[in-house]
């Protein structure tokens, strides 16, 4: 079968979130290994100006949501940004893909042209075609989430590898 | 015009890389900046065991080098990985992305089913069909490749944000 707009992004941020949520068990292991709350996670940041761990999780969750939501033409849910619990961002992960395994398999096809106009920034706004505007901007969002959330917790000692990144659960067989 | 699996691919490589030389161009820049010598940039580590700066900009050129030619069929150029200095880190980056421009638009269509087999560690290899091999390795390994070395830069002060790794040198437009 050829690849569709759909199939090139929906399962991509599926697979995304779903490594990300098998690195924060990981974290949640390393914590109780290491006997120290789990939690102090999700204030953890790599420089006193970058977004901390929590924004991370948040942001990678977002970014294919609203992506999705945007170039499909469906509602997406809207979170609190309120976690302060690793559990509570695991939750986040799960709901967000709840939302996902929602959005029909060819939510995307035919809008390949289609002007999508998004924030950038708290004022300004870009537009981009929605080929270009998932390839160039949703998909590369999720990941720079989803690795800065795996730079910080490898940074702070939990023993991740690309494995889990790239195959998630499946690393482990 | 539908999306084919290079389109969905190729064009991806290559804005990921070119915005990965343009994060090097400003870490340059602000090395100079702050009067210490750029290189020292090409050791840091986000951990003492991840590999260095240097290796976070080869795999990232050797990820999207790499995939293309598995996908392909092409032969892609081999590089020493002999890289000491800021400025050869930009050649490497330069020497992949003129070997990608190489490559025909529809290099990698109708290998969507194509068995691809390869390396993963030292002595282990998986194999996947083409589209699940682009889609979910070759090209998040990419990103979190370029993802780590802009988050080794962030870590260590350079004046980046997110729209450099998302937009490169339209980030200052």
Redo the contacts between chains.
Sequence with gaps: ?????T??AL??FK??LANLAHCLSKAEANAHMRQFNPDVFVGLR??PD?LPFASQVRIACDAAKNGTARVSGLAAPKFADDETTLAQLQERIAKTLAWLDTVPADAFDGR??QDITFP?GKEATRTMKG?AYL???A???V??HV??A??LL??N?VDLG??D??AGAQALA
Aim: glycine fraction near 2%.
């Design positions: 079968m050829p690849i569709t707009l199939s090139a399962p991509v697979t995304a790599l420089a970058m390949e042209e950038v080929e390839k160039h901007w998909i590369p969002n990941y720079f690795t800065t795996y730079a490898r940074h000692g690309k494995a990144y790239l």
